[in-house]
């Protein structure tokens, strides 16, 4: 699985731990093993660009996502190559603004490595086609994502 993080948003975060947790919330999705996917952390001037830009919502926001390849979890495949080798995919991309994580952190009452690590499966579970909009998808979207996270802090011991 190809994952890529890039932290452009000037604060120090563990890229390795963003790498894995996405990781682990696309295997925990069967998500084809060999699907790219990137991870940019960026400052607020640049979230508040790309959320005006792409939501046209003022201010900056905490994670958007960008899907590439219309991908869903245990059908993780962007199609056949001539041969019938099946072809990974592109998941896309989710941006995180650290900055904007660590405030709703201390309103959540908890570090701001774990809601950097809520915003990326949040983000991830939206590259896979999952939203929130409705009732009905808000309770399998978030239901999903605080199993998966409970996984993975298990997972790490704590």
Request: hydrophobic share 40%; proline share 6%; glycine share 10%.
């Amino acid at each position: 699985m190809s994952i890529e993080v890039l932290n452009e948003s000037g604060v120090p975060v563990d890229e390795t731990s963003i790498a894995a947790l996405s990781r682990h919330v696309l295997d925990g999705l069967r998500v084809h093993p060999l699907a790219e996917l990137s991870v940019l952390l960026v400052d607020e001037a640049a979230m508040t660009e790309l959320h005006e830009k792409w939501m046209d919502e003022p201010g900056p926001t905490d994670v958007l996502s960008f899907p590439m390849d219309e991908l869903r979890p245990g059908h993780m495949s962007g199609g056949a190559d001539e041969d019938g080798e099946t072809d990974p995919g592109l998941l896309g991309d989710v941006v995180l603004c650290p900055s904007v994580a660590e405030r709703q952190a201390r309103e959540a009452g908890h570090s701001t490595e774990a809601e950097l690590e809520l915003l990326c499966a949040h983000g991830i579970l939206h590259l896979l086609g999952y939203d929130h909009a409705e009732p009905e998808e808000h309770k399998e979207m978030f239901g999903l994502q605080a199993e998966l996270l409970g996984s993975w802090r298990e997972k790490r011991g704590g």
